[in-house]
């Protein structure tokens, strides 16, 4: 009937304008997507190339669900480093975690995080260092040593690491 094939036409019509508003929608969603991996390329960019020379990249570790409060994990970096990372409160971003090179700087020895303590310890000549990495007590603290530190990011629910991938001296590092 022709007041039905009107009413469809209508139909039809709005149909084709909620279309196009919603690609251009869509298209808008994409042009802010393309400008957030935009940045995220020159921060990437960044990362891989710094102004030292060495080349460091962002290394996948665990979800954030999977690192438990108290707890901790042990890394291998590209270039060898011993790496413990800890998460030490509740919360869901790269600060509620810590990085640290698991290498006493006393002498070597692996040192491992006490969430009971809230401190980092090294059993070969009771080294202690503080949530941070400074060192507290033992050889380390008397030689004013404390452990690197790594950054951590938060992305999307998942834990990365920067890390050197390659040195320019051609080492491998502690
Ligand atoms: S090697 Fe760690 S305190 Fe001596």
Not at 56 to 70: H, M, N, P, R, Y
Not at 127 to 136: E, I, L
Request: net charge negative; charged share 20%.
């Amino acid at each position: 009937m022709p007041m039905e094939e009107h009413h469809h036409d209508l139909t039809d019509d709005v149909g084709e304008r909620r279309g196009f508003l919603g690609a251009m929608a869509t298209a808008m969603m994409a042009g802010g997507l393309i400008g957030g991996y935009g940045t995220f390329a020159t921060y990437a960019g960044r990362f891989l190339y710094p102004s030292g020379g060495d080349k460091t990249s962002w290394q996948f570790l665990a979800t954030v669900d999977q690192l438990k409060i108290g707890s901790s994990i042990p890394f291998e970096t590209p270039v060898g480093s011993k790496v413990v990372v800890a998460r030490q409160s509740e919360g869901s971003t790269a600060e509620d975690f810590i990085a640290l090179s698991s290498v006493c700087p006393h002498l070597g020895c692996a040192v491992h995080w006490e969430s009971q303590n809230n401190r980092f310890f090294c059993p070969c000549h009771n080294g202690a260092f503080d949530a941070s990495g400074k060192a507290t007590e033992g050889p380390p603290a008397a030689a004013n040593q404390s452990l690197k530190r790594f950054p951590l990011m938060v992305e999307n629910g998942l834990l990365f690491i920067k890390v050197p991938t390659e040195s320019v001296r051609g080492t491998r590092e502690a």
